[in-house]
């Protein structure tokens, strides 16, 4: 049985979960070091479906690096329960950074378990310093922003 899910904000790219026994802690639930990997896969899949890829970053020599990360832990979750979570970009500056924003709910329940935002710079891959955007990252991104 699911609910309809309210989000944050409009028009979220949304990923389904099902937590399984790898993310389960000696609590008996969802670990929060599981949480940010759902974040860090939820920003993958989005920044796949926008067509910037890990073998586009190669090509050019850039990545987003994470900058900075903020979770609130609001709830936790169980083996076997299914999650939505959501993700939107709610900044690019055209030059260095981007950020996004996460919301992970149980699909059962509605209930909101996780509030995240990361911020990111964009780096060479090849020498980790800061680099400016490319073009295709202004576009890919840029074509995405939801206004928080």
């Avoid at 949480?35 to 939820?42: D, N, S, T």
């Avoid at 083996?79 to 979570?85: C, P, R, V, W």
């Avoid at 378990?113 to 710079?121: F, G, K, V």
Wanted: with cysteine; proline share 3%.
């Amino acid at each position: 049985m699911s609910c309809q899910l309210e989000w944050d904000l409009p028009d979220p790219f949304i990923t389904e979960i099902e937590v399984d026994e790898e993310a389960i802690d000696h609590y008996g639930h969802a670990n929060n070091a599981q949480y940010l990997r759902w974040v860090e896969q939820a920003s993958w899949a989005h920044s796949n479906d926008l067509g910037l890829t890990l073998e586009h970053y190669r090509e050019l020599d850039r990545a987003m690096a994470v900058h900075r990360h903020e979770l609130d832990y609001l709830a936790p979750c169980f083996l076997g329960e299914k999650l939505a979570m959501a993700t939107w970009i709610v900044e690019c500056d055209g030059r260095l950074t981007l950020t996004r924003r996460f919301q992970l709910q149980r699909l059962a329940d509605g209930v909101t378990l996780l509030r995240a935002c990361t911020r990111y710079a964009c780096i060479a891959l090849s020498s980790g310093r800061p680099k400016r955007l490319p073009a295709s990252f202004i576009r890919g991104y840029g074509r995405a922003i939801v206004s928080s």
